[in-house]
């Protein structure tokens, strides 16, 4: 990992506490452990970073690219009407990532993390619905 500081996340990837859906040099992919819905995906980069215009456009666009292609495999398997991308930044851990979503209506995007928490397990049974079609994608 390219930047020592530790948040919440890197170490989530170091300690692999839950299902890492997909990694690669500069980023990792989490299902949301307090989802807006079932399927709902945290785009992580490696760099801890505060502010999501503070990455090198060339990190930036590549978390974009692989939000890009999980929307096409959350549409796929959930085939909500929209799946739903944003970065809110209010977190207690001051590490930028992107939260993809199926949506079914707009309420859905009503962004309450207060909400409903997934178990260890559940995470683990969604990371089994979807990794079949990552595995095709990468």
């Known amino acids: 990992m390219s ?16 299902p890492i859906l997909y990694e690669d040099d500069g980023w990792f992919v989490l ?18 970073e505060r ?3 503070k990455l090198p ?10 939000a890009t ?15 739903a991308m944003f970065i809110k930044g209010f977190t207690n851990d001051d590490h930028v990532h992107i939260h993809i979503t199926p949506a079914f209506q707009s309420s859905d995007l009503n962004v309450d993390l207060s909400r409903h ?15 079949p079609k990552i595995n095709d994608l990468y």
């Open 117 to 131: 928490q997934l178990s260890r397990e559940e995470m683990f049974v969604i990371a089994d619905r979807l990794q």
């Open 51 to 53: 502010e999501f215009f």
């Open 57 to 66: 456009s060339n990190v930036l666009c590549r978390g974009f690219e692989i």
């Open 31 to 48: 299902l949301a452990k307090r989802p807006c819905n079932e399927g709902h995906l945290l785009i992580i980069p490696k760099t801890k």
């Open 69 to 83: 292609k999980f929307s096409a495999i959350l549409s796929e398997v959930y085939q909500p009407p929209r799946v």
């Open 3 to 18: 930047n020592e500081s530790s948040s919440i996340y890197l170490d989530i990837l170091r300690e692999r506490t839950e």
